[in-house]
């Protein structure tokens, strides 16, 4: 996935889940923040970051630009934290090939937000034996030395989407959890059951219920992203 024009500036200070202030070619600018974890330990002041620039649809707009990586001022890695761009790069890995669901025959049928119970997971498949499929993402932001965590923030709907997984599988359908890291330099994935112990009980019981969980890091530029390594989880 690549954005069409990325500028760099300095990350100033956040105002709520959606607006910050950013230091673009030395003027203080209200940004888009394309993501409404907490990112606490990336967006701090003085960070580097990078941001679309919107000046073709400005008028459409309520900011010019939108915050999409930051270089986390504790390691020095880029991380992408545009929370639309999980989806992206999976489906792009799906049509390409570079995520390969072994437990499919190829060719495969790629549909967009499908409807399951009171659910819209993220993608349907289908494959060419009739064999079918649902399938969750969810983005990676929150690091720890190495160890990749979800949520940064607690999360009822992404309970509830795992708990759906379950019934999926239950009911003949292969279901699959794809943890999307926004960054490298990753060990492994586990859940931050402290934050979200509700979360923590649904991804176990997902996993024994024989819900395909799988995590992926990816390579970040200041002006894209791809999916890349399957990284071990916990």
Same mark, same amino acid.
Request: aromatic fraction near 8%.
């Given at each position: 996935?690549?954005?069409?024009?990325?500028?760099?500036?300095?990350?100033?200070?956040?105002?709520?889940?959606?607006?910050?202030?950013?230091?673009?070619?030395?003027?203080?600018?209200?940004?888009?923040?394309?993501?409404?974890? !907490?990112?606490?330990?990336?967006?701090?002041?003085?960070?580097?970051?990078?941001?679309?620039?919107?000046?073709?649809?400005?008028?459409?707009?309520?900011?010019?630009?939108?915050?999409?990586?930051? !270089?986390?001022?504790?390691?020095?890695?880029?991380?992408?934290?545009?929370?639309?761009?999980?989806?992206?790069?999976?489906?792009?890995?799906?049509?390409?090939?570079?995520?390969?669901?072994?437990?499919?025959?190829?060719?495969?049928?790629?549909?967009?937000?499908?409807?399951?119970?009171?659910?819209?997971?993220?993608?349907?498949?289908?494959?060419?034996?009739?064999?079918?499929?649902?399938?969750?993402?969810?983005?990676?932001?929150?690091?720890?030395?190495?160890?990749?965590?979800?949520?940064?923030?607690?999360?009822?709907?992404?309970?509830?989407?795992?708990?759906?997984?379950?019934?999926?599988?239950?009911?003949?359908?292969?279901?699959?959890?794809?943890?999307?890291?926004?960054?490298?330099?990753?060990?492994?994935?586990?859940?931050?059951?402290?934050?979200?112990?509700?979360?923590?009980?649904?991804?176990?019981?997902? !996993?024994?219920?024989?819900?395909?969980?799988?995590?992926?890091?990816?390579?970040?530029?200041?002006?894209?992203?791809?999916?890349?390594?399957?990284?071990?989880?916990?």
């Amino acid at each position: 996935m690549k954005y069409d024009k990325i500028v760099s500036g300095r990350f100033v200070k956040r105002h709520n889940r959606f607006v910050g202030t950013a230091l673009v070619d030395g003027v203080e600018e209200k940004v888009h923040i394309k993501n409404t974890g !907490r990112c606490a330990e990336l967006l701090q002041e003085g960070a580097e970051i990078h941001l679309e620039d919107h000046t073709k649809s400005i008028k459409n707009r309520k900011t010019r630009y939108s915050l999409v990586t930051v !270089r986390k001022p504790s390691t020095g890695v880029l991380a992408n934290i545009d929370s639309q761009a999980p989806n992206k790069v999976v489906e792009e890995a799906l049509l390409s090939g570079r995520l390969h669901l072994k437990e499919m025959i190829y060719p495969i049928t790629v549909k967009r937000e499908q409807k399951y119970m009171d659910s819209r997971f993220d993608f349907y498949i289908e494959d060419s034996t009739g064999q079918k499929a649902y399938m969750e993402v969810k983005g990676v932001t929150l690091e720890n030395d190495g160890i990749a965590m979800f949520p940064d923030a607690p999360t009822m709907r992404g309970a509830k989407h795992l708990k759906e997984l379950i019934a999926a599988k239950q009911e003949g359908f292969i279901s699959y959890a794809i943890f999307v890291i926004q960054m490298k330099g990753i060990d492994f994935f586990k859940t931050n059951a402290a934050n979200d112990p509700d979360f923590d009980a649904a991804y176990c019981a997902a !996993r024994k219920a024989g819900v395909h969980i799988k995590a992926f890091d990816c390579i970040i530029t200041p002006d894209s992203i791809v999916l890349d390594n399957e990284i071990k989880t916990l």
